[in-house]
């Protein structure tokens, strides 16, 4: 088992900036990618970002260039910088990491956090 507490999310005016973290605990050896999604009410849930254990990152196109994913494999900890926000960033934002045998992938979420960008 995983588990994993966000921290870091509020309001914001657009163009201002947030910095998201996940701190994950428990069966972390096993954790392959750390990522953030995202979801506003009536939409599914979007992949904004994603940091692979040797620091490979992949972003959606909607925050290329705005939001950077890094994480510190010591303090099993993934972080968000988002700058540059934008009202259509607000949602709720949650992580994710999983863990992969050779039959099952096994996802855990974060309890999601608030980030809402005025205009």
């Known amino acids: 088992q995983v588990q994993l507490v966000e921290s870091g999310g509020g309001l914001v005016q657009a163009g201002g900036s947030l910095r998201l973290s996940c701190a994950a605990s428990?069966?972390?050896?096993?954790?392959?990618?750390m990522s953030w999604y995202r979801q506003t009410p009536g939409k599914q849930r979007e992949l904004v970002a994603s940091i692979t254990r040797g620091g490979n990152t992949n972003y959606a196109d909607s925050v290329k260039g705005r939001f950077a994913i890094s994480r510190d494999n010591a303090k099993n900890t993934v972080y968000l910088q988002m700058n540059s926000l934008k009202p259509e960033d607000t949602a709720v934002y949650y992580c994710n990491v999983y863990t992969k045998t050779i039959l099952t992938r096994k996802d855990y979420w974060g309890q999601g956090t608030q980030v809402t960008v005025s205009s």
């Open positions: 428990g069966r972390v050896s096993a954790i392959n990618d």
